[in-house]
């Protein structure tokens, strides 16, 4: 397999201009109003490339057809998410599309019935989500530097629960203390931890 | 600056959902921090959506399409956002923040082997493939071995080195059979590493460690 550079495209997968805007305004208007009959005429153009997509992938019409159900689905619910700017109408559904498969295959070959499509590939710009992920990280950080001056014992509860994301009682079997325990050093050291914020947020 | 990327035969693959769980995620964790490789895969994404739909439409059932349409709309569509999660993993007291593609897939506990600390991640079984988070404690070294089958590292923090080079930050590197070397890292390391098969260890007292198959990523 090759890619080929930039958007050359050849006669045979050739979708013109004015059909791109006409599939980018329905999508537009299903966004903004849930226009039924926009989706409608989204859903008639892409269902058999979605089902002969599925067919040649999962083998089967009735998975074709629960792939188609899942994409228009997600088409239908995610509408708010697509941004002109960011790309085609066409290229959005494929990665919708391309997810779900995914999953889809993941749980027909191996019995996974967990979702990492959209982990893999998110549908939302990885740039916008990358500054929250920065404040995000200096929020972490900061807590972080609290979290120093907790005592050891209270550093080992939050640590458990929050960074090991172990349940109450499993932390609690771990330290060899009862639940009620670990609950009470918990809750002071959240008050804890609350109080260095405030006192710094001032 | 990244300077080792995947080829764009692999990223082609991977646009095209045909690689392995482990394999996607990790072309996924390197596009992630790498601008140039994100813009590869949007290329070909687009390159696929209009192979497969500008085929022409073959008319089909209509009044299968209308109902399963009509159902579609009655779904309310509002409450569908799609959050973006943050999940860590806390080694040797650093937070390193997981990336997108790991955000919910399911981690092993750390293990250690002295320097080096392992965790790795539940996938379904194919052909052996593996994935693991690898850390290496600034002054780590790993023992001289060579790889059967391949071996993807993706660098998620810090740096290592080894006979070939050195690797930051977002480098991703391919080594098999071919290879020999012996990781090490001067400042600590967080890598991502997907193997198809086992590492074997070439020298002294490490060969020991072939015993133990599949002890080490």
Redesign the interface.
């Known amino acids: 397999?090759?890619?080929?550079?930039?958007?050359s495209?050849t006669s045979?997968?050739?979708?013109e201009p004015q059909q791109q805007q006409w599939l980018n305004q329905l999508l537009q208007r299903v966004a903004s109003n849930?226009d039924?009959a926009a989706?409608?005429e989204l859903?008639?153009?892409?269902?058999?490339?979605i089902?002969?997509?599925g067919q040649q992938r999962l083998r089967s019409h009735g998975l074709a057809r629960d792939l188609?159900?899942e994409t228009?689905?997600s088409v239908?619910?995610?509408?708010?998410?697509y941004h002109a700017d960011k790309?085609?109408v066409?290229?959005w559904?494929?990665?919708v599309m391309?997810?779900q498969?995914?999953d889809m295959l993941?749980k027909v070959?191996?019995?996974?019935e967990?979702?990492?499509?959209?982990?893999?590939?998110?549908?939302?710009d990885?740039r916008e989500?990358v500054s929250?992920?920065l404040s995000?990280?200096e929020q972490?950080k900061q807590m972080?530097k609290y979290l120093g001056n907790l005592s050891s014992q209270q550093q080992q509860v939050v640590?458990g629960i929050y960074?090991?994301e172990l349940t109450h009682q499993q932390l609690a079997q771990e330290l060899g203390l009862p639940e009620g325990t670990v609950k009470s050093r918990l809750r002071l050291a959240l008050a804890k931890l609350r109080s260095f914020m405030e006192k710094h947020h001032d | 600056m990244i300077k080792h990327h995947p080829s764009s035969t692999l990223i082609a693959a991977h646009a095209a959902g045909e690689l392995s769980t482990a394999l996607s995620s990790a072309i996924s964790a390197h596009c992630e921090l790498c601008d140039q490789c994100q813009q590869l895969r949007r290329d070909a994404e687009s390159e696929l959506a209009f192979a497969i739909f500008a085929e022409p439409a073959t008319p089909a059932s209509t009044t299968m399409f209308a109902e399963l349409c009509h159902n579609i709309t009655e779904l309310p569509t509002a409450a569908a956002e799609v959050a973006q999660t943050s999940r860590y993993v806390c080694i040797n007291n650093h937070n390193y923040r997981l990336p997108n593609a790991l955000q919910h897939a399911k981690l092993q506990p750390w293990q250690r082997f002295g320097p080096i600390s392992r965790m790795r991640f539940e996938l379904e079984q194919t052909d052996g493939v593996r994935m693991s988070l690898l850390h290496m404690a600034a002054g780590g070294q790993i023992p001289h071995h060579t790889h059967q089958g391949q071996e993807f590292t993706l660098v998620l923090a810090g740096s290592f080195a080894d006979e070939d080079g050195h690797y930051q930050q977002g480098d991703i590197i391919l080594r098999n059979g071919q290879h020999q070397h012996s990781p090490q890292s001067d400042e600590g390391c967080l890598c991502l590493t997907v193997v198809d098969a086992p590492l074997h260890f070439t020298k002294g007292l490490s060969q020991v460690l072939n015993l133990f198959g599949q002890s080490l990523y």
């Open positions: 397999m090759s890619i080929r550079t930039g958007h495209m045979n997968n050739h979708v849930q039924k989706f409608a859903f008639d153009w892409f269902a058999p490339k089902l002969a997509y188609l159900q228009m689905t239908w619910t995610k509408a708010h998410l790309g085609q066409i290229t559904v494929f990665t391309r997810n498969c995914f993941r070959q191996h019995n996974r967990d979702c990492l499509g959209d982990d893999i590939w998110p549908l939302i990885s989500a929250d992920q995000n990280n972490i972080m640590q960074l090991r």
